[in-house]
């Protein structure tokens, strides 16, 4: 198999096959953080939050082929999931949260189980207990330090509630999502550019950490422009979302070819995928928005022709060249719902 003359749809099943040979865990039901299992640590930090991208990778799969044996995989993986974390999925993290909230929340649009609407429910009614009037109100990151407000635990908040209002009609999460939005953007939106700082008072002093420049933060906040758009008609929102895409392509991208940058591995290793999907889904609302489809393009050719190891096809942190083992969970992941969107864009061949 020359993966170079593969088309999208096949190469992300491909690397979707290879990511749940490789990291499944028979007796977890969930991934392991490492491929291969033994260069994890005992006492390892658990990454609950990659495991929501984990469910979003198989609606994803689910959205491409309608293959009929995955809602049971999907719901598997939940239980074991939930199993896993204590047996609830509630969590210390606000972002872990909202992040298996919108993964849930996908899976209940996508199979009509009435299970993950409850679960997303009930996520979101904690989730709500993170505002609070530090540094002007917002969201905090975290149940244990209340005080920390970030972009990480206030867009991805948005979106979810502009998603339960689109779904479910409550004026209540429509009015969450401006609030919430309105916050984030005057705190931690540069005025001047668009760009999306990560936080502010981190260390307890008010300061923003404005050297904190993530492909993430410009993807959820991206993310929660548009779904405010869809929600309200508002053009203000789409506005918003395409400046602030324009500025991480000017800040972030490589000069002359719209390469997305290595972030690293752990958390920072699943950044660019979560920007991929946001900007999916700016361009599924605004086909024409200058730039977007190019620079997808741009790199999932990339990741194509250079980023893979062969047998399993996994990638690194670098979409421009292959990884060499151990492959983090998170980065493996990033470069598939690269593949994905790539596959759902249709994009050349």
């Known amino acids: 198999m020359d993966r170079r003359e593969l088309g999208w749809a096949h190469l992300a099943e491909h690397v979707h096959r290879d990511l749940f040979a490789c990291y499944r865990n028979e007796e977890t039901g969930i991934l392991d953080q490492w491929y291969p299992r033994t260069a994890g640590l005992a006492g390892e930090n658990f990454y609950y939050w990659w495991q929501a991208h984990v469910l979003d990778v198989l609606v994803d799969a689910y959205e491409r082929t309608a293959d009929p044996a995955l809602p049971d995989r999907m719901r598997q ?10 047996g609830a999925l509630t969590h210390n993290y606000y972002d ?112 923003i950490d404005k050297d904190w420049r993530f492909t993430y933060c410009q993807g959820v906040f991206i993310g929660a422009g548009v779904e405010l758009y869809v929600c309200t008609g508002d053009s203000v929102y789409l506005e918003d979302a395409r400046r602030t895409a324009a500025a991480c392509f000017k800040e972030l991208g490589e000069p002359g070819t719209g390469l997305l940058p290595e972030e690293g591995i752990d958390d920072t290793g699943l950044f660019k995928g979560i920007l991929i999907r946001y900007l999916v889904r700016l361009l599924e609302i605004d086909p024409a928005c200058p730039r977007v489809r190019e620079v997808l393009l741009m790199n999932a050719e990339k990741l194509r022709s250079e980023g893979l190891l062969e047998n399993p096809l996994l990638c690194g942190p670098s979409w421009k060249e292959p990884p060499t083992l151990p492959v983090q969970l998170s980065v493996q992941l990033s470069g598939l719902m690269l593949l994905e969107a790539a596959a759902k864009l249709k994009l050349s061949e």
């Open 77 to 86: 993986f939940c239980i074991s999931l939930e199993h896993y974390n204590g």
């Open 96 to 207: 872990d949260m909202e992040w298996t909230a919108l993964a849930l929340l996908r899976a209940y649009r996508a199979t009509g189980e009435t299970w993950y609407e409850e679960k997303v429910q009930e996520l979101w009614a904690d989730i709500q207990t993170a505002w609070n009037a530090h540094c002007g109100g917002g969201m905090a990151w975290k149940k244990d330090q209340l005080d920390y407000k970030n972009t990480p635990a206030n867009a991805p908040a948005a979106i979810l509630a502009a998603r339960l209002y689109g779904l479910f009609g409550r004026p209540d999460d429509l009015a969450w999502a401006k609030r919430i939005y309105e916050w984030n953007k005057t705190h931690l939106v540069d005025p001047a550019t668009g760009f999306v700082w990560d936080g502010m008072n981190r260390t307890g002093d008010g300061t």
